[in-house]
């Protein structure tokens, strides 16, 4: 099974300041998913990527996959960005690639 | 397009009551997958589907628990003689395919056993 680390577990920040998410996991895998959800809300899906740098408006993603490591970006954040951002990877680079394992979730809370 | 499509969003059952739950995936897509939130934890891997075929199952508990997707209807998961620990939030996603493919997710269902 592929151990997922999130952190931090809660941020907080003002309106337009640069967010960092990070997401370490054990196994080596072929992509990385990033999830967001609002309290009380269904399950957005942010991002799914296997090298490199994503980019959708004011989020960025990237991984670094013989490190492990994954990060989730956001640009001039804004209170709408409130949200639990969660890193999910399957459980190696092989098959059975839909079997997630999912972070324990980032709350992030934007102030205005 | 619709995405996935999920209902009930909200479901009351008393304990020993049966919980039937449906997910309609995006159009295109024949791959579910149904993952439960259970409260203040991550999500797990419950099932996956393809049109008529258990494909995973190893995320369900052995007993009360049941999931098919027919060939014409949505994805409907069935839980038996529901206990309080069943209370979560289900979400169900839906692929084009399988293997490492994009998964959508619908907006859940949150069960309440009194």
């Known amino acids: 099974k592929n151990e997922v680390e999130q952190s931090p577990q809660n941020l907080t920040a003002q309106e337009g300041e640069f967010i960092t998410i990070n997401c370490s996991y054990s196994v080596g895998i072929s992509a990385l998913h990033w999830l967001q959800q609002h309290p009380g809300g269904g399950i957005v899906s942010l991002f799914m990527?296997?090298?490199g740098k994503k980019k959708h408006g004011r989020l960025i993603a990237t991984i670094n996959i013989q490190e492990k490591h994954s990060s989730l970006h956001i640009t001039a954040s804004h209170p709408r960005d409130s949200a639990v951002y969660i890193c999910?990877?399957?459980?190696?680079?092989?098959?059975?690639?839909?079997?997630?394992?999912f972070g324990k979730g980032t709350l992030l809370t934007v102030n205005p | 397009n619709a995405g996935v499509m999920q209902n009930p969003r909200h479901l009351v059952r008393r304990r020993g009551q049966e919980a039937r739950l449906r997910c309609s995936p995006m159009?295109?897509?024949?791959?579910v997958y149904w993952y439960r939130q259970l409260p203040e934890e991550g999500l797990k891997f419950m099932v996956y589907l393809q049109k008529e075929n258990i494909i995973d199952e190893s995320g369900m508990p052995k007993e009360r628990f049941s999931a098919e997707f027919p060939k014409e209807g949505p994805s409907i998961l069935r839980i038996q003689q529901v206990v309080r620990g069943d209370s979560a939030a289900y979400f169900c996603a839906s692929s084009r395919a399988g293997g490492l493919y994009e998964q959508y997710f619908g907006p859940g269902t949150r069960l309440t056993v009194t």
């Open positions: 159009k295109g897509h024949s791959h």
């Open positions: 990527l296997s090298s």
């Open positions: 999910a990877v399957p459980p190696n680079s092989g098959g059975s690639n839909y079997k997630l394992t």
